[in-house]
């Protein structure tokens, strides 16, 4: 599953492609790490994400064990320098072997550590048979990064056998014991040259990296390296962030009218410019307001919101025998606060009851207080919540 560079050169590989993709500064610190020219991200101890890998791990062995079973015993490609293992994959293809594990692919800048490739009757230039890449997936369905991935192993193989893959398949997970895998297929010439201008962009920005960078909050922070060094850099920044429920556009409007971190938007007052509804600027103001306070007091500040006929707890249901109460007691309740404020909890549990019957009370004993007003504002109605 990994395709960092084991021999110390600083190449390219699809896991770098699909952080470019999603954050530029990652895949740029990424780069600069593996040159030397700045210290490798720390690693976080977060045993969620150890969990994850295991599971990774664990669902690796089981497909490799139900390929075992169609193909046979495969061959393993040894780690080690990545030409020995490049070596060894292509005496492997060349021999015609079935299936092969941990087959190290390269060329150019790339490389790229495939699980699997396995052997198609499909004649390619070099050999009367052809090979396409399989990838173990622990998630549930195929995410545009995988699809990524074994296209550009698709290419890789390309440089090898005369002609890149026509099919690339990922073996995704189900949950289920009994068959751990689902094999989903993928006609590589759909994705492969959108695949194929991301790898050249990508090229370009290795080529020539910006520097003085200052990422934002993006969908890929969560599998990002370099989480916890944003974090700080975006605390000592006092950047405008930091700001629960401020959008990537808000900021941007903010930066462009001076407003440039949070200290400076919670001391905005009455003031309105364009891009911003007044209503909504009062509230990014308010919460910045809130999170300076509880910031510099160590206490959590708490503004009351005015009662407005049909909102907030006017949205209460009648209690009801089944209703069900979670109780948070910790900060790190955040994210599971957010999870229900976007809906997520009511739209599962909707399936099987009417949402309107469920009522959450969450309890954040150590919450920043500010996210009762980012709560408030975006919990879906037929939920409840207390703080
Ligand atoms: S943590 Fe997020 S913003 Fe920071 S480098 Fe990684 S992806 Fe980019």
Not at 13 to 40: D, I, K, N
Not at 71 to 78: A, C, K, Q
Not at 211 to 224: D, V
Not at 365 to 370: C, D, H, L, R, W
């Amino acid at each position: 599953m990994s395709d960092n560079p084991d021999d110390g050169l600083a190449r390219l590989s699809p896991t770098l492609a699909a952080a470019f993709l999603g954050c530029s500064a990652s895949a740029a610190w990424t780069l600069e790490a593996r040159r030397g020219l700045r210290e490798a991200a720390e690693p976080v101890d977060d045993p969620q994400a150890a969990l994850v890998v295991r599971k990774g791990h664990e669902h690796e062995a089981a497909c490799l064990a139900g390929l075992r079973k169609l193909y046979g015993d495969s061959v393993e490609i040894p780690s080690g320098p990545l030409m020995a293992r490049f070596g060894a994959t292509v005496d492997a293809m060349d021999r015609g072997v079935p299936l092969i594990y941990q087959a190290a692919l390269t060329a150019g800048v790339w490389l790229g550590y495939a699980d699997f490739l396995l052997r198609v009757e499909d004649a390619c230039p070099r050999w009367a048979w052809s090979y396409e890449p399989w990838d173990a997936k622990l998630a549930r369905s195929a995410r545009p990064e995988h699809l990524l991935q074994i296209a550009l192993y698709g290419d890789l193989l390309g440089t090898v056998q005369g002609r890149a893959a026509n099919q690339g398949s990922l073996m995704l997970g189900t949950g289920e014991l009994e068959t751990p895998y689902k094999v989903e297929a993928f006609p590589l010439h759909e994705v492969r040259y959108y695949v194929r201008r991301a790898a050249r962009r990508l090229e370009a920005f290795a080529a020539d990296l910006p520097t003085g960078l200052m990422p934002e909050p993006c969908g890929y922070c969560s599998k990002c390296d370099w989480s916890a060094a944003c974090e700080a850099r975006w605390e000592e920044a006092d950047h405008l962030c930091r700001v629960a429920d401020i959008t990537k556009k808000q900021t941007r409007r903010l930066t462009e009218v001076g407003v440039s971190t949070a200290s400076m938007l919670a001391n905005l007052n009455g003031v309105r410019f364009a891009g911003i509804a007044p209503n909504t600027l009062v509230r990014l103001a308010q919460q910045a307001r809130l999170q300076k306070q509880s910031a510099e007091t160590g206490l959590g500040s708490l503004e009351i919101i005015p009662h407005q006929p049909g909102l907030g707890f006017d949205k209460l249901p009648l209690a009801d025998a089944g209703d069900l109460f979670f109780d948070f007691e910790a900060t790190r309740c955040t994210r599971a606060v957010s999870n229900i404020c976007a809906g997520s909890f009511g739209k599962r549990r909707s399936t099987t009851k009417k949402a309107s019957q469920f009522r959450v009370i969450l309890t954040c004993a150590s919450a920043p207080s500010g996210l009762m007003i980012a709560c408030r504002r975006s919990m879906p109605s037929p939920n409840s919540w207390r703080f």
